[in-house]
Every structure is written in C-alpha cells, then in structure tokens.
C-alpha cells in the first residue's frame, strides 16, 4: 500500500474511532508531540484531545468522512476534507458537518497524527 493509500485510510479510521470513543486505537495513531489546533488558537495535546472524545455527552450516531484529500511529501502528508457527525441531542437527531487539516508523519511505528486542525 502507497502513503496516499495509507494516510486515507488512517483519517477514515480516525473519524470512525471518535464515533466509537475508542481513545485506546486513537491513542496508537498520535505521533508523540500531538497537538490539536482550533482557529481561535486553542491547543490541546494528546492527553486533553482524547479526554474530550471520551467526555463526549451525546449519543453519537455516526461519524464518517464524506470527503478527504491527501497529499504525501518528504517531509510528510496534508489531509483535508469534511468530517460528518449525527449526534442525538436532548432526542433530537443533529448533523454537523466540519471541515478539517491533518498533518501526518512517517514514523518508525508507520503513519502517525501529528498535527489536527478543527476548522469547525
């Protein structure tokens, strides 16, 4: 399997794990120096993301990616794309839709986040 092919499949992963709130997979696939990033310049390390999927206090649905493009290099690869979560709040079924940035790096381990970038 190529980069390309291996990264997709991680971010589908990824998106499938928060669904589940399996902090343990997810822990596997942070690199080391885990950040996530919010555009208002919030930061969470790796510690405090996994503890707001598994804090997570409605039902969820599902979790999948409806679109995702990746782009491998050297130095690492760029995946973009839009998340989906249906969630039932108070009974009432909701969808949120958010687009997303993941930095991925080769690691001795294979491909680990490094960097996530909710652009909610």
């Excluded at 996994?50 to 995946?79: F, N």
């Excluded at 973009?80 to 979560?85: E, P, V």
Aim: glycine residues 10%; proline residues 2%.
């Amino acid at each position: 399997m190529d980069g390309h092919s291996e990264v997709e499949g991680l971010c589908h992963g990824i998106a499938e794990a928060i669904g589940r709130r399996d902090v343990d997979w997810l822990r596997l696939v942070l690199a080391p120096d885990f950040v996530q990033r919010t555009p208002a310049g919030e930061a969470k390390d790796a510690t405090a993301f996994l503890q707001a999927i598994a804090g997570i206090e409605v039902e969820i649905l599902l979790v999948r990616l409806e679109r995702v493009e990746v782009d491998v290099s050297a130095a690492g690869a760029l995946a973009t794309g839009i998340q989906l979560a249906r969630v039932l709040v108070e009974g009432r079924e909701v969808e949120d839709r958010r687009a997303f940035v993941d930095w991925f790096v080769r690691t001795e381990a294979g491909w680990r986040l490094q960097v996530a970038v909710d652009l909610g």
